[in-house]
């Protein structure tokens, strides 16, 4: 996997102050990659150390009124150059900075005062499609101890919990809000477990209570608010679908978007919804472009063919009509599935970055679709997974 870094967070003393802001998380993540190592400003020919720079009506000005516009635009595309060269579809670059900022950067008043901007290198990664954060993001995905990854599993992939070298066990009857009279259905299993996998800390949840079983909204989204109450901030979904034929196809894929067709959504149907800062969640990037960009680099590495498609969360438990299918096809969708939308909906009202994971074992509106079905055909995929899941982690 190839990630474009601005050499500054590696260590590089290429900043206008003669330094570098090496970031550890960041550091961590070039040793399991291929690095491809820029610096626009540097790139464009000025001196170290310099009068630092800022962004102001859409020109870039040094500290004392030069205006350097045109190095900073020569230096990014230099430095755009080797980035397409390398083919690398993600960017970890600095934030804030006239050149490499991430959608906020300096107002140009030398104050430390933020307004909202692209740098001149990362708007021309973000119009040549790469995936660009800042070290910000890569530190908040970090798992640790005290922040371990949450992993939900859907059916038939509850394999992976097998995996976990155990910490501690719950069930899932003891955590607040669960259905107490829920059972599982066929390939998921109702007992989380606190542990590593390949050394990195974990919660893994191997099955999960769906609406079409009579639960609510909140009900549902039980093991949600669980995982950040064990302080996940990392949350990955597995689930089984069906494939919108023409817009997907059966295999592994990742989750880009959403359409909740539900009916119902867990912040109206919750009674600590004051406990999040506003019911009014943003749910552009709800699958976080970041974690999708590994997901998609490591699957590359891997060998592993995976899709990339908007889901689009039913009530259940019927399959769809071809009629059903085909307004979904109109519609975008790639994978139509029974779970997730709400608990996406919860991760994200409660600041979670969530990466969204589907196994697609039935084309929607087919002639014939059984649950056993879907179960043999996630058996059948349940390596692949298990290869992307620990690699995702790895990586992280």
């Known amino acids: 996997m190839r990630v474009i870094v601005s050499e500054c967070l590696r260590g590089t003393?290429?900043?206008?102050?003669?330094?570098?802001?090496?970031?550890?998380?960041?550091?961590?993540?070039?040793?399991k990659v291929d690095v491809v190592g820029v610096c626009p400003e540097l790139a464009s020919g000025l001196p170290v150390p310099r009068p630092p720079a800022e962004q102001r009506d859409g020109r870039v000005w040094l500290k004392g009124g030069t205006d350097v516009t045109r190095e900073f635009e020569a230096g990014s595309q230099r430095s755009l150059l080797k980035a397409r060269a390398s083919g690398a579809r993600l960017a970890v670059l600095k934030a804030k900075s006239p050149s490499c900022g991430v959608h906020v950067i300096y107002d140009g008043t030398y104050t430390g005062q933020l307004t909202k901007g692209e740098g001149v290198f990362a708007r021309l990664l973000e119009n040549e499609g790469v995936c660009v954060v800042t070290e910000d993001i890569v530190k908040s995905c970090k798992p640790s101890v005290e922040h371990p990854i949450a992993i939900v599993l859907g059916t038939g992939l509850g394999q992976l919990a097998s995996l976990v070298k155990p910490v501690r066990r719950i069930d899932y009857h003891d955590i607040k809000g669960f259905p107490r009279d829920a059972r599982p259905v066929p390939g998921h299993k109702f007992e989380a477990t606190i542990g590593t996998i390949d050394d990195v800390p974990?919660?893994?949840?191997?099955?999960?209570?769906h609406l079409y079983q009579g639960y609510s909204a909140s009900e549902v989204t039980s093991l949600?608010?669980?995982?950040?109450?064990?302080?996940?901030?990392?949350?990955?979904?597995?689930?089984?679908t069906g494939y919108i034929a023409g817009n997907a196809k059966a295999g592994l894929g990742i989750l880009a978007d959403q359409i909740n067709l539900t009916g119902v959504n867990p912040l109206a149907d919750w009674d600590e919804v004051r406990e999040v800062d506003s019911p009014f969640v943003d749910m552009t990037d709800a699958y976080a472009p970041y974690l999708r960009a590994v997901a998609r680099g490591v699957a590359d590495d891997l060998g592993i063919e995976i899709d990339e498609g908007v889901y689009c969360g039913v009530l259940g438990p019927t399959f769809e009509t071809k009629a059903e299918a085909n307004m979904m096809r109109?519609?975008?969708?790639?994978?139509?599935?029974?779970?997730?939308?709400?608990?996406?909906?919860?991760?994200?009202?409660?600041?979670?970055?969530?990466?969204g994971l589907t196994l697609a074992a039935n084309e929607s509106g087919a002639d014939t679709v059984t649950h056993e079905e879907v179960l043999q055909k996630a058996a059948a995929k349940a390596d692949d997974f298990e290869r992307l899941v620990r690699g995702i982690i790895h990586m992280l």
């Not at 102050?17 to 040793?31: F, H, I, N, S, T």
Request: charged share 15%; aromatic share 6%.
């Open 202 to 209: 974990v919660v893994v949840y191997p099955g999960r209570p």
């Open 224 to 240: 949600v608010r669980h995982a950040h109450s064990l302080g996940c901030r990392d949350i990955i979904f597995s689930c089984a």
């Open 330 to 355: 109109v519609m975008g969708v790639s994978y139509v599935g029974m779970s997730t939308a709400n608990e996406v909906i919860m991760a994200r009202a409660l600041g979670m970055n969530v990466l």
């Open 13 to 31: 003393a290429c900043r206008y102050d003669g330094g570098a802001k090496p970031v550890d998380a960041v550091q961590e993540l070039c040793q």
